[in-house]
């Protein structure tokens, strides 16, 4: 395996395509698929021939360490693989700690152009921040190898940074937070002006659970809880109530919405992780559970609790990880882990069963990867079946 050796965290434009960047995405390629059967191997599911086979299949050859990288892509997806291995196998520990060095170059230079973006007063993208592609992954990556770095650190100054409402981020009269996108959150859907992104993959709930992780762990900075206080001031200000005392948030926040103080989107999504009430209401549970918040904590376990009825259920016509069941079964296991509320602890057989069959029914989908495709479904549906995960790969969910 020679993955670190050919890094270059001094990389430019992406000059990697076709099979070389497929195998190095944790989303959708081969580094995704890995963790499937390093799951199935460590559980005793599967053989660690397969799983060894694909790790090497994933890590070995040129790996994309250029600025664009992040934790589902590049170095940074190549260390967590790594680094799950490494937790079960010794033969990967010096492979995985060879990359936390360019991981560590990766995130310096990241918060050095972030900072610089700041100093100018500019909007973000979401690939600066977010848990994709952004620094909120690869401060993911850093919470579990290097916390006590002086860059992990420095990334949780910058996402506290991203929660004041600065001076120059201001619109028409409207302060913005400091997370606010200048860009549309997807093409065929315009936010003239830009957004504020509230989910978990690629917004404020993302920001708020890697900092009430790290409190968690003992790692603070400088105005930490007043950080955590103000992105979950914000949840409480837009948070919504259906006909039947559901409650949900909007995807995202347009200058519209800031203007007049209501959301344009009128009725909550599906039950996701990505985008939905459940990752949102795990952030703001990790956040009560880090700063004592007993009363935040009870209304956070609530919510998700409420997305967990029947109706809302059958919202759900996608099994994945990322939108659909595997992604809701995963945080409410992780959730209800924690959790006072006796409702998810409750629920948790229902989606237990209901992921193994769905992971049944996908065994021949043409979608492999992890966040839409079989290996999350699968890897689901193996912690329903053992009622535990021996890897840890859910990190990459920021659940944990």
């Not at 972030?114 to 401060?139: K, P, Q, S, V």
């Not at 001076?167 to 504020?196: E, R, Y």
């Not at 690629?202 to 009430?212: D, F």
């Not at 919405?257 to 909550?268: M, S």
Request: hydrophobic share 40%; aromatic share 6%; charged share 20%.
């Amino acid at each position: 395996m020679n993955s670190a050796a050919n890094t270059d965290t001094n990389a430019g434009p992406a000059v990697l395509d076709g099979p070389d960047a497929a195998r190095q995405s944790l989303a959708t390629g081969t580094a995704g698929i890995a963790l499937l059967h390093l799951e199935h191997a460590a559980t005793g599911a599967g053989p660690w021939a397969e799983a060894h086979a694909r790790i090497r299949a994933a890590a070995t050859g040129p790996v994309d360490g250029g600025l664009h990288t992040g934790l589902y892509y590049g170095a940074p997806a190549i260390a967590f693989l790594l680094h799950r291995a490494a937790e079960t196998e010794e033969r990967y520990q010096t492979a995985a700690a060879t990359l936390d060095q360019h991981v560590l170059r990766l995130a310096r230079r990241r918060l050095t152009a972030a900072f610089a973006r700041i100093h100018r007063g500019n909007t973000a993208t979401l690939g600066e921040y977010d848990l994709l592609y952004g620094l909120t992954g690869i401060g993911a990556l850093l919470l579990h190898r290097t916390p006590g770095s002086d860059t992990f650190a420095d990334l949780l100054r910058y996402l506290t940074r991203l929660t004041e409402n600065t001076a120059p981020l201001v619109h028409n009269g409207l302060s913005l937070p400091g997370w606010w996108a200048g860009h549309d959150p997807d093409p065929i859907l315009p936010t003239p002006g830009g957004h504020a992104n509230l989910g978990m993959a690629h917004g404020a709930a993302g920001i708020l659970a890697l900092l009430a992780l790290a409190m968690r762990h003992g790692h603070v900075v400088d105005h930490h809880t007043e950080a955590i206080d103000r992105v979950t001031d914000w949840f409480d200000r837009w948070r919504q109530h259906d006909t039947d005392g559901t409650v949900w948030w909007p995807q995202w926040l347009t200058l519209d919405d800031l203007r007049t103080g209501r959301p344009q989107q009128r009725e909550p999504g599906r039950p996701s992780w990505c985008y939905g009430t459940p990752g949102i209401a795990r952030a703001l549970q990790l956040a009560a559970i880090a700063t004592n918040e007993q009363t935040r904590r009870a209304e956070a376990e609530h919510t998700l609790a409420s997305c967990l009825t029947a109706r809302r259920l059958d919202e759900i016509t996608d099994p994945g990880l990322c939108h659909g069941l595997a992604g809701l079964y995963q945080t409410t296991y992780r959730a209800a882990g924690e959790g006072r509320n006796p409702a998810l602890d409750e629920q948790l057989p229902m989606l237990a069963a209901a992921i193994q069959t769905a992971a049944e029914a996908q065994q021949s989908a043409p979608e492999a990867g992890l966040l839409t495709g079989r290996a999350g479904i699968q890897l689901a549906a193996a912690t329903a079946r053992h009622d535990t995960t021996m890897t840890g790969w859910d990190a990459c969910l920021l659940i944990i």
